[in-house]
């Protein structure tokens, strides 16, 4: 079933902390929601989640940098997709941020449309 609407919007968490939340609309009317938890690894080789670095807002930790780019450009590239085809949206969802960390689209924007 393809992929009807997509849409994110930034939420907290049980801790107080600012996540990103995705909601999905499937053609058949399926809807499903997710909500990235906050990271605390902080290794080499984690994928970066995008942070606003916007002191005035939950001291730098908002993530509406990650809503926007799930609200535009993940959209755009999802809508029409197979829904139940993961590898080929993981993939494609790579792809179009393009960097080894995730760090261009967010990897908890990545995370919450994969989920």
């Known amino acids: 079933m393809n992929i009807k609407d997509l849409k994110a919007r930034e939420v907290l968490d049980s801790k107080g902390h600012p996540t990103v939340e995705a909601e999905i609309l499937l053609e058949d009317g399926a809807q499903a929601l997710s ?11 984690e994928v970066l989640e995008l942070r606003d670095q916007d002191e005035q807002r939950y001291k730098g930790k908002g993530v509406l940098k990650a809503v926007s780019n799930i609200n535009t450009t993940l959209k ?11 590898k080929e949206l993981d993939q494609l969802m790579i792809k179009l941020d393009g960097t080894e960390n995730k760090s261009n689209l967010g990897g ?3 995370l919450a449309c994969s989920m």
């Open 35 to 45: 909500q990235v938890p906050s990271g605390a690894s902080t290794g080499v080789g």
């Open 76 to 86: 755009e590239n999802l809508i029409g997709k197979d829904a139940y085809n993961q």
């Open 108 to 110: 908890n924007a990545i």
